[in-house]
């Protein structure tokens, strides 16, 4: 039993952590990634709409795949017309492109590339809808009792839910079973030839010990995120949803794992995540409260409208510096978020096949490469490119 005075010490506590108020009655979780235990929950099991934190998802069973040794990172994956059909966020390849299952990883989870998780999805599945169903049987497996997926990206179904609880035991079983792809979740960017492209995880940099993992947003689901971080050897993971916008979706959780870390140290709930009950529920559709109230124009605040991926534009340095509320840790000399991010690592990426990857591999994206156009004359004498066959989808 909690104590009065406990309880007295919780209320103060939570009542302090700002405008991303508990009250607020969004979805929120904490837990301890090595025990499972629960710090905290907040209709933890009621459904939401995940948006992009499904990628968590696509990664984890691509990663098996891996592991099961039915594909490996320098496998090479087409892009094909379904991917470049997809909505952005995407990275918009001509179709045709080749590029290796690790670098479409770190443009899933950097970029946040709507098509590229068509593509994975094609890669190790032979189509999307195979892919959906394994995605759904590992989520079974993992004891994600409120998550259904129909796609492997998170554009908005409404068929296409999961909850706190779910995701939270997702981003743990990720960072415990696969934990050499931990870079993948803590990289600000990716260098893709000359141009950087940048996450959308603004914590990544600002908040102490933040080292992942996953942004998502639509109109009916809001801002979510799952966020994690490492002090010392404890590492917690926070999960947010419904958040009305970029910034308070980041403060939100960076108070939470800052409560975390140390006044909730002592507060246990002694329950497990995979315990928490599960609660007869519809994801509502924030698509009136999230979008349609704006007065103004989504770009002039800083937002890409209902494109699947709604962070702040260009989420790296100074991105959170415009109205940017700074709340203090028991530190008085270290603010909860740094206004100007440190450095964090940034991945290299590039199209085609790995140079230094399996011959096997490299003949392989050779023959799916489309060939060079021929070129014909014409009557006049100027050239003409004349189209040529595309080549046959990868298969397994």
């Known amino acids: 039993m909690m104590t009065r005075s406990l309880r007295l010490m919780l209320c103060v506590l939570l009542a302090a952590m700002g405008p991303a108020s508990l009250a607020a009655a969004k979805p929120a979780l904490v837990i301890d990634a090595d025990s499972g235990r629960v710090l905290y929950a907040q209709e933890a099991t009621h459904r939401w709409f995940p948006a992009s934190l499904t990628k968590l998802m696509t990664t984890y069973v691509v990663l098996n795949a891996v592991k099961q040794g039915r594909i490996s990172l320098d496998t090479p994956l087409v892009y094909t017309q379904r991917a470049q059909e997809e909505q952005p966020s995407k990275m918009g390849f001509p179709v045709g492109t080749v590029i290796t299952v690790e670098n479409a990883l770190k443009l899933l989870i950097v970029k946040s590339a709507n098509d590229l998780a068509v593509t994975l999805a094609e890669g190790v599945g032979g189509n999307v809808e195979t892919f959906v169903t394994e995605m759904n049987a590992v989520a079974r497996q993992l004891g994600m009792r409120e998550s259904n997926f129909t796609n492997p990206n998170g554009w908005y179904d409404p068929l296409q839910v999961t909850s706190a609880r779910d995701m939270a035991i997702l981003a743990r079983a990720i960072y415990r079973d696969y934990p050499q792809s931990a870079m993948l979740y803590k990289a600000t960017g990716v260098q893709l030839g000359k141009r950087l492209i ?138 909860l978020l740094l206004e100007k991010p440190e450095p ?53």
């Not at 497990?272 to 109230?293: G, W, Y």
């Open 198 to 335: 940048r996450g959308h995880n603004s914590l990544l940099g600002r908040f102490e010990g933040a080292d992942g993992m996953k942004t998502g947003f639509t109109c009916p689901s809001g801002f979510n995120l799952v966020a994690s971080a490492q002090r010392g050897q404890r590492r917690l993971i926070a999960v947010v949803m419904g958040e009305a916008n970029a910034k308070e979706r980041t403060q939100h959780a960076a108070q939470m794992l800052e409560a975390g870390f140390g006044s909730w140290t002592f507060w246990r709930t002694g329950q497990e995540v995979q315990t928490l009950a599960s609660v007869a529920s519809e994801a509502p559709n924030m698509r009136a409260e999230i979008c349609e109230k704006k007065k103004v124009a989504p770009e002039a605040v800083g937002e890409v409208a209902d494109n699947g991926e709604g962070d702040l534009v260009g989420a790296g340095p100074g991105a959170l510096k415009a109205g940017l509320t700074m709340s203090y840790t028991g530190d008085a000399q270290r603010p």
């Open 344 to 396: 964090g690592p940034v991945l290299q990426g590039f199209l085609g096949p790995n140079p230094n990857g399996p011959p096997e591999f490299i003949a392989l994206a050779e023959r799916l490469a489309p060939p060079a156009p021929v070129i014909e004359k014409t009557a006049s004498g100027s050239d003409v490119p004349m189209p040529r066959p595309r080549p046959a989808k990868l298969t397994k």
